[in-house]
């Protein structure tokens, strides 16, 4: 059973704080994804990550950077908190021979 | 610019009736869809996907239909049951990328 664990399911941060997410998936999966899910958006990809130390932009990518040093583990970085960055984070996680995402529980960021 | 749609942002229906949740995309190049079942407080789960090469994909209660000339799927439930109460989503890509395109979601209530 694939399993994509996140790190915090709630955080409060303050506007310009420096945020880190953490997710981490235990089934060897090439991809790994960060979304930001917002009421009458949907899921919005941020990054997401083809293999280690690879990444590539989103459809959003701007605020944000990420992390991967570990094939299991992708880190989202909010350099510099805003309160427009207020969402859910989502990780998901994806075998390359296979078009479905696993993904975590999600993160709701609050910045104040 | 939104490239997949779903329209309807909520459903009511009444348990043992068919549920019918509605897509439309823009992108001619997508060749892969999927939806995604999401509860509160949960990451979304996949549920079935259709490649383009099929019109019709069926597992148990759930059925995706996939008309390419009008760039229009739907997911039908059939017997609906309270259980079946979250949002869902739909997602489309283009080959094998990792850039999937979600919908805003629908929001489904099975009323038992």
């Known amino acids: 059973d694939v399993k994509v664990t996140q790190s915090s399911r709630y955080l409060v941060k303050r506007t310009g704080e420096k945020v880190f997410l953490e997710c981490v998936q235990d089934m060897d999966h090439e991809n790994m994804f960060w979304y930001r899910q917002d009421p009458g958006l949907g899921l919005r990809l941020i990054y997401f990550s083809y293999d280690v130390k690879m990444k590539e932009k989103g459809d959003i990518p701007e605020g944000y950077s990420v992390s991967r040093e570990k094939k299991e583990r992708f880190s989202l970085i909010l350099e510099s908190a805003s309160t427009n960055q207020t969402s859910m984070y989502l990780c998901?996680?994806?075998?390359?021979?296979?078009?479905?995402?696993?993904f975590g529980p999600g993160t709701r960021l609050l910045v104040l | 610019d939104q490239q997949v749609k779903q329209n309807s942002p909520s459903l009511s229906v009444q348990e043992g009736r068919i549920s019918i949740l509605n897509c439309d995309y823009t992108n001619s190049m997508f060749d892969y869809f999927l939806w995604y079942k999401k509860y509160p407080a949960e990451g979304p789960t996949f549920l079935i996907s259709?490649?383009?090469?099929?019109d019709k994909n069926e597992d148990g209660r759930f059925t995706v239909f996939l008309n390419k000339s009008a760039k229009h799927l739907s997911l039908h439930i059939v017997p609906s049951q309270p259980g079946d109460s979250a949002v869902y989503f739909c997602?489309?890509?283009?080959?094998?990328?990792?850039?999937?395109?979600f919908g805003t979601g629908t929001s489904l209530t099975v009323i038992p």
């Open positions: 259709i490649s383009s090469i099929k």
């Open positions: 997602a489309a890509c283009a080959g094998f990328g990792n850039q999937f395109y």
């Open positions: 998901a996680s994806r075998r390359t021979s296979s078009e479905t995402q696993y």
